[in-house]
């Protein structure tokens, strides 16, 4: 009997229309969602991971290495003392393979001392940092070369209705008609505003489109540090956007970045143009982006990026040892009230680069955040970065070696003798 039941329920019978229209719109559906899964899959992969290359070194060793920790440790907390700051970072990374050697977080506590914490995914609006992207884009357009003049009048630009651009050193004067691989060196907010707003007036969108495929603000995940997430740019996608904020967007402003993501750009332009994901593990480098601009644009950028050290607003920074590249950061992001109406900003102050910049080896971005002024990229954080850098040379990062032209010697820079080769270095520029 039970078998009979069995062959009765088993029996196959013939599907009415009804049934039939319910399996082909379930069909569809899960057809739909295979598809978009895939689409969703692909995207990431292509974003993220578009190609995995092996170093040869063992799979998951850590890659911090403890004695620069303690020196960046060390070297940024001092600063951070002296300038009376509220918090900051250091990464250190490694440009080919994006492993992170060094990574530091400090901010004060109720004790008005510094203490560790894991601050690597905290988001700002960066500032002067994200106008190297700006003129990257306006370089891949085409319509424009480095020595276009733009004329940044007396420092002082009235937009309308309101709007008004300064540049720092408005109170001066300002720089007059300069040419555009200058407004990089000297962080000129009106010369790559109106460079930008020449070439994506009326369109906008098409800014935020060429950030995108260069990668900028990427990447929104890496193991080891929480809380990171995608980067924030308003566009013309949010639906209070005002076209004339894009003016700002160019420098900085109106975007949420970590400073990690932010390095990860700085470096893919030392890289040449490859853009690899930052790693606490060896083994393995990821590239976000094999190319994030033309080669010929990508060097284009190196050479103002060398200049912004050695002729414009980064000098403190570098160090007469090797040559240093990178830029200036220096942006408001808050201001707090203490009574009676009084007002007080707070301001982010930042470096980001690499070295040595005729062949790079190394990238640094330093970032710190401290009440009023004075506030000063390339005075404060640049310090840090100077630091940095000279410790790592002197601990053979990358080592050294110079002709002594007196005793026709190789030396070699050490802890030792590095004060004494720069103080002579420097007297002979």
């Excluded at 990089?184 to 007036?201: A, C, V």
């Excluded at 040892?321 to 930042?350: H, P």
Aim: glycine share 10%; hydrophobic share 40%.
């Amino acid at each position: 009997m039970i078998d009979d039941e069995l062959q009765v329920l088993g029996k196959p019978r013939k599907l009415n229309k009804q049934e039939k229209w319910k399996i082909a719109i379930i069909a569809v559906v899960l057809l739909s969602l295979v598809v978009a899964l895939g689409m969703w899959i692909h995207s990431v992969v292509a974003s993220e991971q578009r190609e995995i290359i092996q170093t040869g070194k063992k799979i998951g060793d850590p890659t911090i290495l403890p004695g620069l920790q303690a020196a960046t440790d060390s070297i940024l907390r001092a600063e951070l003392e002296k300038i009376k700051a509220l918090h900051g970072q250091v990464i250190v990374m490694e440009v080919q393979t994006g492993e992170i050697l060094a990574m530091v977080g400090l901010e004060r506590n109720f004790e008005g001392k510094f203490q560790s914490c894991k601050n690597f995914a905290y988001q700002q609006e960066p500032g002067s940092l994200t106008k190297t992207a700006s003129l990257l884009v306006a370089l891949e357009t085409g319509k424009v070369q480095l020595n276009n003049v733009v004329n940044v009048g007396n420092g002082i630009w009235e937009i309308d209705n309101g709007w008004i651009m300064k540049d720092h050193n408005w109170r001066r004067g300002g720089y007059g008609e300069i040419t555009l691989d200058r407004t990089l060196e000297i962080s000129s907010n009106i010369g790559i505003s109106k460079t930008i707003w020449s070439i994506f007036k009326g369109h906008e969108q098409d800014f935020f489109n060429m950030l995108d495929s260069m990668s900028f603000g990427r990447p929104d995940m890496i193991d080891g540090i929480d809380g990171l997430r995608s980067a924030f740019f308003k566009s013309p996608k949010i639906p209070d956007w005002v076209d004339k904020e894009m003016l700002w967007s160019s420098i900085g402003f109106n975007q949420k970045i970590a400073p990690i993501q932010m390095l990860t750009f700085y470096n893919a332009i030392a890289n040449n143009g490859k853009m690899v994901k930052p790693t606490l593990t060896t083994g393995e480098v990821s590239i976000i982006n094999p190319q994030i601009a033309s080669k010929e644009n990508i060097a284009k950028i190196q050479v103002v990026l060398d200049h912004v050290v050695s002729q414009g607003l980064g000098r403190l920074s570098g160090t007469p040892i090797l040559r240093v590249a990178g830029k200036t950061g220096t942006s408001q992001v808050g201001e707090y009230e203490f009574g009676d109406d009084t007002y007080i900003d707070e301001y982010q102050v930042a470096f980001c680069g690499y070295f040595p910049a005729d062949a790079p080896q190394y990238s640094i971005i330093v970032s710190m955040n401290k009440l009023g002024l004075p506030a000063s990229g390339g005075g404060m954080a640049g310090v840090v970065f100077h630091d940095i850098v000279e410790w790592m040379i002197t601990h053979g990062m990358p080592p050294v070696l110079l002709l002594d032209e007196e005793t026709n010697d190789t030396i070699r820079i050490t802890e030792d003798n590095i004060r004494s080769v720069s103080d002579s270095l420097s007297n002979e520029e």
